[in-house]
């Protein structure tokens, strides 16, 4: 991951650390091998067959299994990457591709919370996401590349 912005010095003080999914992050990492399994099964189902079009049908769709098995696995490594640290004036978001976005509390207009209750025949779970809507001019945005 890169290092955080030579700006994060200026937010003040370190309030609190949010950091990622592991939820999600855990289901896309459990579903990479399935997905990879059931798309080699295709590949060796293709390779097996006597006719062209069934050949090429299933080797087809194996690959196409395949790639979404690399996907899961790099979303869930985007999953991972993706946090937030809240300093006295302002916060840093960290982006899934490890990038980073610095914005002052003075700059941030508005705040949406969206709680949702999960309920389940085990419990109950609670999540929060917020939209920020910030002045973005010249200047008052940092990110980092």
Known sequence: ???????????????????????????????????????????????????????????GAGALILFSGAGLFLAYQGQLRMQVQVYADGFVFTNWRAQHTLLRWQDVVEVYEIINEHRTGS???????????????????????
Do not use: C
Request: glycine share 10%; net charge neutral; charged share 10%.
């Open 1 to 59: 991951m890169e290092p955080l912005p030579a700006e994060t010095s200026q937010l003040g003080e370190l309030r609190a650390e949010y950091g990622p999914n592991r939820a999600n992050a855990k289901l896309f990492l459990y579903f990479t091998p399935i997905v990879v399994l059931i798309g080699l099964a295709f590949l060796l189902l293709g390779s097996g067959s006597t006719y062209l079009s069934d050949r090429l049908a299933f080797m």
């Open 123 to 145: 419990g109950r779970s609670t999540s929060w996401t917020y939209t920020v809507l910030a002045l973005w001019t010249a200047g008052q945005a940092q990110h980092g590349h």
